[in-house]
């Protein structure tokens, strides 16, 4: 089955996190019926892929196509919605923008798309440890308003045409304030946002040596 307009199909397994695994491998269950889109699914399989993508597309053509059927996705907020639910047969299947598709997990490797990344989120005033040493944030930008710092966990290649940034996991980056929304992907909570609102590179001579 193939879609068209730019359009992945996925199903999931729950509409909703509703479970919470506690010490002693327990689980708790979840009532979503209170604010449940606060509980909605971020992920799901892949069931369907557009042939190609159209020059109309979000990414105005310059993503390319990286799913495949079966693929495990994580998605934006709110995909898994009735305005999105496309029955096929007895099975029910959500649709979702291929540009709106954060990362996609293939042989338990995470491979980031059109130009996402993750950041693990860092508290600005404290600064962070990284391995034996300390990051120190600059203080132009430890109060500033405008920008935020993180830890890069996972970056993709760049739209078509766009430079590929001199980024690695691991880095420390300096982000625009207000990009970042948080998901909790694969168990971890990251920042997603794209590559373009990273700004900067926080330079080793900022990584002082814990005494």
């Known amino acids: 089955m193939r ?11 729950s509409k909703y996190n509703n479970q919470i695994e506690i010490a002693g491998g327990k689980v708790l269950w979840l009532d979503t019926s209170y604010q449940p889109l606060h509980h909605v699914s971020i ?22 196509m990286d799913l495949e059927v ?29 540009f709106n598709v954060f990362c996609y997990i293939r ?32 203080e132009a930008y430890r109060n500033e308003p405008n920008y935020k710092v993180g830890k890069l966990r996972h970056i993709g290649k760049p739209l078509r045409g766009a430079p ?16 970042d929304f948080a998901n909790e992907i694969e ?8 590559q373009d609102n990273l700004l900067a590179i926080v330079p080793q001579k900022c990584l002082e040596k814990i005494e």
Do not use: C, Q
């Open 3 to 13: 879609t068209t307009r730019d359009v992945v199909l996925v199903s999931t397994p």
């Open 43 to 64: 992920s799901g399989k892949v069931e369907a892929v557009p042939g190609l993508l159209s020059p109309r597309h979000y990414g105005h053509g310059k993503s390319t």
């Open 70 to 98: 079966g693929d495990k996705v994580y998605f934006n907020y709110l995909t898994i919605d009735p305005e999105n639910l496309m029955p096929y047969g007895d099975e029910e299947f959500y649709r979702v923008d291929y």
């Open 164 to 179: 590929t940034l001199d980024a690695k996991p691991g880095d420390y980056v300096i982000y625009e304030k207000d990009s």
């Open 187 to 194: 168990g971890e909570v990251f920042y997603t946002m794209k």
């Open 107 to 138: 042989g338990g490797i995470l491979n980031m798309t059109n130009s996402w990344v993750f950041v693990e989120p860092m508290d600005n005033e404290k600064g962070a440890e990284y391995g034996d040493s300390k990051l120190i944030i600059p």
